[in-house]
């Protein structure tokens, strides 16, 4: 079990009290692909903002990879999410002013596993794989929104975590990209044996998932 | 802050900013090096103007002089003209000798003269003084400009300040004739001119041999005046302790005579910190005001390196380091810039006054006072970045992420 969440709740009380996460459970295993979906505002980026360490407000039992989350401290959550868990997002955000080799490297550098010039082949291995290796010294606002979104999904890669965390990652891309986004997720998962979780609005990427979940207004329909 | 957060990560990180912010960076620079600039400069000159002050006025008169009480010279002035003797003189000198805050006394005959040269005649005085005891009271032999000091005062010597010899235009070796208020008088050569730049004294000092004085006088005995040097000079208990002990003396300090300067050296104290002091508020403003928007505008930047794995820690030195290499440039340009400005003061002529006699600007160029400069300047960018700093380490990734 990479990772299992019992009786997730959640409330936000700020603008205005909303009950986001009812008691969700959830397992997830080591090389899965699971998908989730549903509606707007159904509360699946607050999920897996809990699911990714990121937010700590919330009550229930989160464990990933054996460790019980609550147990560790704020500085701790970084160290591990650094180490365990790629993040990617709706939006891509690259820092703007640093190049795609820089943006890429920025998680390794801050694990300090490796050296510099064997992050560079690391670097240089993933952006051929998502196929985008011309683009390596160029900064990265000079990259269309597609191109972007794949150094960031190098940038979640660079550390190898056992857990990629995806939120609605093809959300503002044309059906090419995405497409291209979708194969890449799922061959992490396939090939390199890691756990994919992404958020998605695309009926072909959930269908096409290992595992699909809908949420409803705050539960997961399993 | 763990050393963990200071590695060469987050410095690229932090120098990558300052470069993508060209602007604003060069702009804080300029605001610590005119701080740190005028702080320096203010301080050199200053602090020269000070000490040059305390030179010549501390180093040329004694901090206390004993004398007659004037109730007495007026008494006797009603006589026609007669020197006072100063009474008790050998208790004074006792007394002086044992104190502890005494660093060294001298006794003196001073009578009024006029001063006679080949071309000239001027109303002056005449300081009757014996060499060895004077010679702990002041270093002439630093003020000398032309001729012997006080080792080489004969009998038959006179020594002159500068501005004097020069109304009576004489020069070293040349005599000239003092007449005294009894009408005797004898011919003197001068055997040293001297400057202390201060027109006090340079207009008017002269020494003569103590010996020759009296002798002028018929008072083989008389002692008009005890001049004393302080090791502490802001302590006078020993004029206290004197005025208590004998009736008939009366006794001036450092600080009747000099209030003017003692005001302005603080005066001029109060000013250069209090300037430099707004200016280094003013650079550390503009940092603050940098820092903050670039945090502002990094949110996003923020949020996503804390969801990779950099920690609040990380995130503050990324920034603290920025306001910090800001104020290392800022400062250590300043010294180069302080050193150049202070060194251009210092050749500049300066227009004597009726007080100075000096030929440029006084600059005093205190190691310390590149450091403090140095110092401060570090310390205004640090505290300024501080602040800023810290909010951006507690910028919350998800806010922000959720926030498009
Ligand atoms: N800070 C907040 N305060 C109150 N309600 C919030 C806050 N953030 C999100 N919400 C609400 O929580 C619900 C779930 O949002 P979200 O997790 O983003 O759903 P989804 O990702 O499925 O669209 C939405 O109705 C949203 O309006
Ligand atoms: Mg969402």
């Given at each position: 079990m990479i990772l299992e969440a019992n009786n997730i709740d959640k409330h936000f009380l700020q603008p205005q009290s909303h009950h986001v996460l009812k008691n969700v459970s959830l397992k997830i295993n080591q090389g899965e692909l699971v998908s989730l979906y549903g509606e707007s505002g159904s509360g699946k980026s607050s999920l897996l903002y809990i699911l990714s360490t990121l937010d700590t407000s919330f009550s229930g039992n989160l464990k990933i990879?054996?460790?019980?989350t609550k147990?560790?401290?704020?500085?701790?959550?970084?160290?591990?999410?650094?180490?365990?868990i790629g993040f990617v997002y709706q939006f891509?955000?690259?820092?703007?002013?640093?190049?795609?080799?820089?943006?890429?490297?920025?998680?390794?550098?801050?694990?300090?596993?490796?050296?510099?010039?064997?992050?560079?082949?690391?670097?240089?291995?993933?952006?051929?794989?998502?196929?985008?290796?011309?683009?390596?010294?160029?900064?990265?606002?000079?990259?269309?929104?597609?191109?972007?979104q794949?150094?960031?999904?190098?940038?979640a890669?660079?550390?190898?975590?056992?857990i990629i965390i995806a939120d609605e990652p093809t959300g503002n891309l044309?059906e090419?990209?995405s497409a291209?986004i979708f194969?890449?997720l799922k061959?992490i998962a396939?090939?390199?044996?890691?756990t994919v979780l992404m958020a998605t609005h695309n009926p072909n990427f959930y269908n096409n998932s290992h595992r699909a979940i809908e949420m409803i207004n705050g539960t997961l329909r399993l | 802050?763990?050393?963990?957060?200071?590695?060469?990560?987050?410095?690229?990180?932090?120098?990558?900013?300052?470069?993508?912010?060209?602007?604003?960076?060069?702009?804080?620079?300029?605001?610590?090096?005119?701080?740190?600039?005028?702080?320096?400069?203010?301080?050199?000159?200053?602090?020269?103007?000070?000490?040059?002050?305390?030179?010549?006025?501390?180093?040329?008169?004694?901090?206390?002089?004993?004398?007659?009480?004037?109730?007495?010279?007026?008494?006797?002035?009603?006589?026609?003209?007669?020197?006072?003797?100063?009474?008790?003189?050998?208790?004074?000198?006792?007394?002086?000798?044992?104190?502890?805050?005494?660093?060294?006394?001298?006794?003196?005959?001073?009578?009024?003269?006029?001063?006679?040269?080949?071309?000239?005649?001027?109303?002056?005085?005449?300081?009757?003084?014996?060499?060895?005891?004077?010679?702990?009271?002041?270093?002439?032999?630093?003020?000398?400009?032309?001729?012997?000091?006080?080792?080489?005062?004969?009998?038959?010597?006179?020594?002159?300040?500068?501005?004097?010899?020069?109304?009576?235009?004489?020069?070293?070796?040349?005599?000239?004739?003092?007449?005294?208020?009894?009408?005797?008088?004898?011919?003197?050569?001068?055997?040293?001119?001297?400057?202390?730049?201060?027109?006090?004294?340079?207009?008017?000092?002269?020494?003569?041999?103590?010996?020759?004085?009296?002798?002028?006088?018929?008072?083989?005995?008389?002692?008009?005046?005890?001049?004393?040097?302080?090791?502490?000079?802001?302590?006078?208990?020993?004029?206290?302790?004197?005025?208590?002990?004998?009736?008939?003396?009366?006794?001036?300090?450092?600080?009747?005579?000099?209030?003017?300067?003692?005001?302005?050296?603080?005066?001029?104290?109060?000013?250069?910190?209090?300037?430099?002091?707004?200016?280094?508020?003013?650079?550390?403003?503009?940092?603050?005001?940098?820092?903050?928007?670039?945090?502002?505008?990094?949110?996003?930047?923020?949020?996503?390196?804390?969801t990779?794995?950099?920690?609040?820690?990380?995130?503050?030195?990324?920034?603290?380091?920025?306001?910090?290499?800001?104020?290392?440039?800022?400062?250590?340009?300043?010294?180069?810039?302080?050193?150049?400005?202070?060194?251009?003061?210092?050749?500049?002529?300066?227009?004597?006054?009726?007080?100075?006699?000096?030929?440029?600007?006084?600059?005093?160029?205190?190691?310390?006072?590149?450091?403090?400069?140095?110092?401060?300047?570090?310390?205004?960018?640090?505290?300024?970045?501080?602040?800023?700093?810290?909010?951006?380490?507690?910028?919350d990734p998800v806010t922000i992420i959720r926030g498009v």
């Open positions: 990879l054996g460790q019980e147990n560790l401290s704020q500085k701790e959550l970084t160290q591990f999410r650094n180490k365990h891509h955000y690259l820092l703007p002013e640093f190049s795609v080799l820089q943006n890429i490297i920025l998680p390794a550098q801050k694990l300090g596993a490796k050296k510099m010039n064997d992050l560079k082949k690391d670097a240089v291995d993933l952006l051929e794989e998502l196929g985008i290796a011309e683009f390596v010294n160029y900064p990265s606002h000079k990259l269309s929104g597609g191109q972007q794949r150094v960031a999904i190098a940038r890669l660079i550390n190898d975590p056992q044309d090419k990209n291209i194969k890449t061959e396939e090939k390199r044996n890691n | 802050m763990s050393k963990q957060s200071l590695n060469k990560t987050n410095l690229s990180i932090a120098i990558q900013y300052l470069v993508a912010r060209k602007k604003q960076s060069v702009l804080a620079i300029i605001g610590v090096l005119l701080g740190v600039t005028t702080f320096i400069v203010m301080i050199n000159f200053m602090s020269g103007v000070n000490d040059f002050l305390d030179n010549a006025v501390f180093k040329g008169n004694p901090d206390i002089v004993i004398k007659p009480t004037s109730k007495q010279n007026t008494a006797q002035q009603s006589y026609g003209f007669q020197l006072t003797n100063l009474e008790g003189l050998e208790e004074i000198n006792r007394q002086l000798r044992e104190h502890t805050n005494v660093t060294a006394y001298a006794n003196q005959t001073i009578s009024p003269a006029i001063l006679v040269s080949n071309s000239q005649q001027l109303p002056g005085s005449v300081n009757g003084i014996f060499p060895i005891e004077e010679k702990n009271m002041v270093d002439l032999d630093k003020r000398l400009i032309a001729g012997k000091g006080f080792d080489n005062l004969t009998e038959k010597n006179i020594l002159m300040g500068v501005s004097l010899a020069k109304k009576l235009q004489v020069s070293v070796n040349d005599t000239i004739k003092i007449i005294l208020p009894n009408g005797k008088n004898t011919t003197l050569t001068v055997s040293g001119i001297f400057s202390f730049g201060i027109t006090t004294i340079d207009n008017v000092r002269t020494y003569i041999s103590a010996k020759t004085l009296q002798h002028l006088l018929g008072r083989s005995e008389i002692i008009t005046h005890v001049n004393v040097k302080l090791k502490d000079r802001d302590n006078l208990d020993v004029k206290t302790l004197l005025l208590k002990k004998l009736k008939s003396i009366e006794i001036e300090d450092w600080k009747q005579n000099n209030k003017t300067i003692v005001v302005g050296n603080k005066v001029r104290d109060i000013l250069t910190w209090s300037v430099s002091f707004a200016l280094l508020l003013v650079a550390g403003f503009g940092i603050y005001n940098i820092q903050n928007s670039t945090v502002i505008h990094k949110r996003k930047d923020i949020a996503v390196l804390k990779i794995g950099y920690t609040s820690e990380d995130i503050i030195f990324i920034f603290l380091i920025q306001a910090i290499i800001i104020g290392l440039i800022g400062a250590f340009l300043a010294l180069g810039v302080g050193y150049l400005i202070s060194f251009f003061i210092s050749i500049t002529p300066l227009d004597t006054s009726d007080f100075i006699i000096v030929d440029t600007y006084p600059i005093n160029f205190s190691k310390n006072h590149f450091a403090i400069g140095f110092l401060f300047g570090v310390l205004t960018t640090i505290l300024s970045g501080y602040f800023p700093s810290r909010k951006a380490s507690k910028v």
